[in-house]
């Protein structure tokens, strides 16, 4: 029988080659990438790590937030420096704690932090040699411990950890951890994007719920004796027929906006199709979208502009009335001119091909990756956005306009 100590498993690995300091931007940290394949490595970076992830591939994350769990201070009555490291939450104000020198620290010993601040009393000892601790202060335990503890660094870490964010992963958010899951470090919001836009799997997924629906509806049809998977298609084939006469019948089209026009009158002509123009359109789409399809409804019926940049006139009339009710202070009336305001800018996006609710959802992920940058860099420098003022936010929010 072969017995192995943990010393078996030690390597020499030079003081100067461990990384003191993190990398700065965190994901242009250096990555080692081995092709099982053909044996070959790459030296690549972690920001090149969204190109070898797959639509089968699971990314689990640990969205552990590290605490400052190292709290330094003395025994009480003989000043010897001592260490606490926070490890589990039993009750309250109780913990599961490591403490060092384990046999100055004995129960009903007791130990101060920060000249009295917080005090901590030693209860029992745990299986694995720790200690169980009761602690004793005034005012909110974790701001105590977020003024007075420290993060707890490998142990092969000496530089000072300036910035506390810095050790934590950018999707951090359940507070406890009493050590950083340290893989997630490199990660950055735009690695993270990278690779949310490569989810095929998913939207392959969501496409097989829709085809399950359509199936199943199909088999109660057809219990019933109503219809079934094949009256379900002819249906659809006869309605693409039928609203399509430029493909399979004698009406010709010239160009998209004539085949729009054709669309729309067609299938007034439709059995039980709509009655008016308008009639088609869903009650519960969103107000964006469904501004957008009357817009365009009635503009394949001739309901429209002769020149589109006529619109701008309508845009800025309408922010002229908008500005009028404000001013009078009137909340109701405002609100309709808001809302003429918007309709008259989705008509303009509408005239000029862009689609309204496609523009503001691709400012929403602009908004949010430059204000994540903010809040990030806030983080790694140590502050709270409350407690920063509006310049130095202003300042930062230009440095997120250079990386988009």
């Given amino acids: 029988m072969i017995t192995l100590k943990t010393s078996d498993f030690d390597y020499n690995l030079p003081e100067e080659r461990i990384a003191q300091t993190p990398m700065e931007p965190r994901d242009h940290s250096r990555l080692l990438v081995y092709n099982r394949a053909d044996r070959s490595i790459q030296h690549l970076h972690f920001y090149d790590l969204p190109q070898f992830l797959t639509p089968k591939d699971i990314l689990v994350v640990n969205e552990t937030k590290v605490i400052p769990a190292r709290l330094l201070g003395e025994k009480e009555g003989t000043g010897v420096p001592v260490e606490l490291l926070l490890l589990k939450r039993l009750e309250k104000d109780v913990w599961e704690t490591l403490v060092r020198p384990g046999r100055r620290l004995k129960p009903g010993a007791t130990c101060t932090f920060g000249n009295g601040l917080l005090r901590a009393e030693i209860i029992d000892s745990t299986d694995d040699g720790g200690r169980r601790v009761r602690f004793h202060y005034q005012g909110v335990f974790e701001e105590l411990l977020d003024q007075l503890g420290q993060m707890p660094l490998p142990p092969y870490i000496h530089e000072k950890l300036e910035n506390k964010g810095r050790y934590q992963t950018v999707y951090a958010k359940q507070e406890g951890s009493a050590a950083a899951p340290t893989a997630g470090l490199h990660f950055t919001p735009a690695v993270l994007e990278a690779i949310d836009r490569k989810d095929d799997a998913l939207l392959c997924e969501e496409l097989g719920d829709v085809l399950l629906h359509v199936c199943f509806y199909a088999k109660i049809g057809s219990e019933k004796g109503d219809f079934d998977i094949a009256d379900v298609c002819h249906k659809l084939c006869d309605k693409l027929i039928f609203r399509h006469p430029h493909v399979y019948g004698e009406y010709a089209a010239n160009n998209a906006k004539e085949v729009c026009e054709m669309w729309e009158q067609v299938k007034l002509k439709e059995k039980d199709g709509n009655k008016t123009v308008l009639g088609g359109i869903p009650e519960a ?109 202003e300042t930062l929010w230009q440095e997120a306009k250079k990386h988009n």
């Fill in 285 to 393: 789409l969103p107000a964006l979208v469904k501004a957008y399809r009357i817009q365009d409804k009635v503009a394949n019926v001739g309901f429209d502009w002769e020149k589109r940049e006529d619109v701008w006139a309508k845009v800025k009339e309408e922010i002229a009335e908008f500005e009028a009710e404000v001013e009078n202070m009137d909340e109701e009336k405002a609100t309709e001119e808001f809302g003429d305001l918007l309709f008259a800018m989705v008509n303009a996006a509408r005239l000029y091909k862009i689609r309204p609710d496609n523009a503001l959802e691709k400012t929403n992920a602009k908004f949010i990756r430059r204000f994540n940058y903010i809040e990030q860099q806030a983080k790694e420098k140590g502050l709270s956005l409350k407690d920063m003022t509006l310049n130095e936010m």
